[in-house]
């Protein structure tokens, strides 16, 4: 897809798979904030975390969090999931999300990380609650696990990051009473 075409902030070889919002312009931002969400897959399940206390408490997402300063994306990923979920594992990037909610002038930079393999035991810490969910066929893993906006742009590209695909995505958020809804949307492949 032509760089000129794709939302501000993504970039790369994309090929759109779901779009909305086309009455509404992009919001503008200025600053980036970069943030992890990994995901653990073995054999036909997948593992999320029941969130506990902070930004998308009761809610189920991948563990993640801030990329704190001098620490790599994939190398904060890794210490996420040891501290929310007491296990590690062999992450593989395998997208990028970005999102923006309004009345902020910065935007939410998500790398997405996977394995397929851990070592440890999955373990309830003060953050999270680790549970596995079927990856069968119209399974509860598919249904959206939203949280205050990661889980539900996550929810997208579930599917694709299940398959192995690589993914892309970016989404602005407008406040419905509590919630945020998305209000302008595209997510593609990366090609």
């Known amino acids: 897809m032509d760089a000129a075409a794709l939302p501000p902030g993504l970039n790369g070889s994309l090929k759109v798979f779901v779009e909305d919002g086309y009455d509404t312009d992009w919001q503008p931002?200025?600053?980036?904030?970069?943030?992890?969400?990994?995901?653990?897959?073995?054999d036909d399940k997948l593992l999320l975390g029941f969130k506990k206390r902070g930004f998308g408490v009761n809610l189920y997402n991948g563990f993640g969090g801030k990329v704190d300063p001098g620490e790599t994306p994939i190398e904060a990923a890794r210490r996420e999931l040891r501290e929310e979920a007491g296990i590690d594992a062999p992450?593989?990037?395998s997208?990028?999300?970005?999102?923006?909610t309004e009345g902020t002038e910065w935007a939410f930079h998500i790398d997405v990380f996977s394995a397929r393999s851990y070592t440890g035991i999955p373990t309830e810490?003060?953050?999270?609650?680790?549970?596995?969910?079927?990856?069968?066929?119209?399974?509860?893993?598919y249904r959206p696990f939203r949280t205050a906006g990661c889980g539900q742009m996550t929810s997208i590209g579930l599917r694709h990051l299940v398959e192995g695909k690589?993914?892309?995505?970016?989404a602005d958020f407008a406040k419905d009473g509590d919630t945020y809804i998305m209000k302008k949307f595209w997510f593609g492949l990366v090609c």
């Open 125 to 141: 810490t003060d953050e999270m609650r680790p549970e596995w969910f079927s990856l069968a066929e119209n399974s509860e893993a």
């Open 29 to 42: 931002y200025t600053q980036t904030r970069l943030y992890t969400n990994a995901f653990v897959i073995s």
């Open 166 to 170: 690589k993914f892309a995505g970016r």
């Open 95 to 100: 997208g990028t999300l970005i999102f923006l």
């Open 91 to 93: 992450l593989e990037h």
